[in-house]
């Protein structure tokens, strides 16, 4: 059974770093596309951050330069590196992971996903 599960959320000021990760549990394929997602209340969730398992990254244009996305495979383990947050940057974020080379922004192509941690930035 696959499990996911975050960490590393809080409340900083704009201008601070958070760092979230994820860890993952019963990953058979060979291969995965990780996913940090968020979501503020009334929004969509969006896809901010992915990863495959060659260590191809991308990001969404409102992250790029200030988040990044690594991957520990010894632990198993995905990380979201938040620096310069914003108050736009306030939400709920999540790792998903699907079984692929590639990866999507879009959130219904990920068949699994963790439970959440709250950022919160405050002005």
């Known amino acids: 059974q696959v499990q996911l599960v975050e960490s590393g959320g809080g409340s900083v000021q704009s201008g601070g770093s958070l760092r979230l990760s994820c860890a993952a549990s019963?990953?058979?394929?060979?291969?995965?596309?990780m996913g940090w997602f968020r979501q503020a209340p009334g929004k969509e969730r969006e896809g901010v951050a992915l990863?495959?398992?060659?260590?191809?990254?991308a990001y969404a244009d409102s992250v790029k330069g200030r988040f990044t996305t690594s991957q520990d495979n010894a632990k198993n383990t995905h990380y979201l590196q938040m620096n310069s947050l914003k108050p736009e940057d306030t939400a709920m974020y999540y790792c998903?992971?699907?079984?692929?080379?590639?990866?999507?922004?879009?959130?219904?192509?990920?068949?699994?996903w963790g439970q959440g941690t709250q950022v919160t930035v405050s002005s």
């Open positions: 019963g990953l058979t394929a060979r291969s995965y596309c």
């Open positions: 990863i495959n398992s060659y260590g191809n990254s």
């Open positions: 998903a992971a699907h079984p692929a080379d590639y990866c999507s922004y879009s959130h219904s192509f990920y068949r699994y």
